[in-house]
Nanobody, 122 residues
Framework: QVQLVESGGGLVQTGGSLRLSCAASGRTFSNYAMGWFRQAPGKERDFVATINSWDVTSYRDSVKGRFTISRDNAKNTVYLQMNSLKPEDTAVYYC????????????????WGQGTQVTVSS
């Protein structure tokens, strides 16, 4: 089992920045691919960014150049640095884990955090 706890969400103005953190406990963190997903009200959960066990990253097109995913295996933590935020980034952000290989399909992930709200005001 892997337990995930997100933090760092909040309210920010357009153009601002936030850094989300996801602390993991349980199994060997370095063996897991980590993903960030988001869900706006009434919409499906969407892929945002992933990082696999070998630190290879992937991003949805709309966040490329603005968001950065990273991991610190010594701290069992994955981060999502979000810059130049836009109102359309408003959502609940979730981190998720699956063994080794990344996937952009949220249904392929085994473990989930509780989510953290990000609100970008215009």
């Amino acid at each position: 089992q892997v337990q995930l706890v997100e933090s760092g969400g909040g309210l920010v103005q357009t153009g601002g920045s936030l850094r989300l953190s996801c602390a993991a406990s349980g199994r060997t963190f370095s063996n897991y691919a980590m993903g960030w997903f988001r869900q706006a009200p009434g919409k499906e959960r969407d892929f945002v960014a992933t990082i696999n066990s070998w630190d290879v990253t992937s991003y949805r097109d709309s966040v490329k150049g603005r968001f950065t995913i990273s991991r610190d295996n010594a701290k069992n933590t994955v981060y999502l640095q979000m810059n130049s935020l836009k109102p359309e980034d408003t959502a609940v952000y979730y981190c998720a884990a699956r063994s080794y290989y990344s996937n952009t399909d949220y249904r392929k992930y085994d473990y989930w955090g509780q989510g953290t709200q990000v609100t970008v005001s215009s």
